[in-house]
DNA sequence: ACTTTGACTAGAA
DNA sequence: TTTCTAGCCAAAG
């Protein structure tokens, strides 16, 4: 598959939406389980197709916010039950396995 | 058809 | 610990 299908977007998107308060994924983890090629790709569907999605519970590996108004994302993050330390997700308590 | 860009990741410095 | 580099894939100009 040169591109993206609808059913590797629509899957993500489930992905994305199964992910409960209080926890987060990475967009390698969804990139994975929704069959993408690369984990930029689940970037890609969150930035054109997923403005739908809570685009906030999707974060980089490293544990840092998305590059989008982190301030604010963190913020949510944190009221939603995720644990933030000095301004980081901790991925290793929050990450959601499917 | 080619080049640039992007909400990434893992590894190196 | 943080920052940089290379690899990565698809879309947009």
Do not use: N
């Amino acid at each position: 598959m040169a591109s993206v299908t609808e059913e590797q977007v629509e899957l993500a998107r489930e992905l994305i939406q199964s992910v409960p308060p209080g926890e987060v994924t990475t967009y390698g983890d969804v990139a994975a389980h929704a069959g993408l090629s690369s984990p930029r790709l689940t970037a890609w569907i969150l930035r054109t197709d997923g403005h739908d999605l809570p685009w906030w519970r999707v974060i980089a590996a490293s544990g840092r916010p998305s590059a989008r108004p982190p301030e604010r994302q963190l913020d949510r993050l944190a009221a939603e039950g995720v644990p933030v330390v000095d301004g980081r997700v901790v991925l290793k308590e929050c990450r959601h396995r499917f």
